[in-house]
């Protein structure tokens, strides 16, 4: 419907029965575009779950709606990735910033 889709990497991670777990790399994504596939390949999907978005890992106790603060590295690498001057990054005191702390930034949807 979208076109090809591209997967960079593909692996399966495990799992027994239906119930199968698969790692995979995409570059861009649109909506719904692994489910999609899967599910056109007999695999239907009952969860995704992103571990990384660029070169940043997320944490896996980071929940929809949540964000965390990236540190002074992380920023610039990201600013540099999309082609940004990085500038002069804001000084932060670590004890203020409390670093990697969650924070809600949107209310759960029910």
Known sequence: E???????QLGIEGGE?????YRLVIREGRNREVRRTFEALGLPVSRLMRVRFGMINLPPRIKRGMMIELGEGELRAVLEWVGLPAGEARQVDKRDAQRNKLKRVAPRKK
Do not use: R, T
């Not at 979208?2 to 960079?8: A, E, N, R, T, W």
């Not at 029965?17 to 777990?21: K, M, Q, R, Y």
């Open 2 to 8: 979208d076109g090809l889709v591209k997967f960079d």
């Open 17 to 21: 029965g239906f119930n199968h777990w």
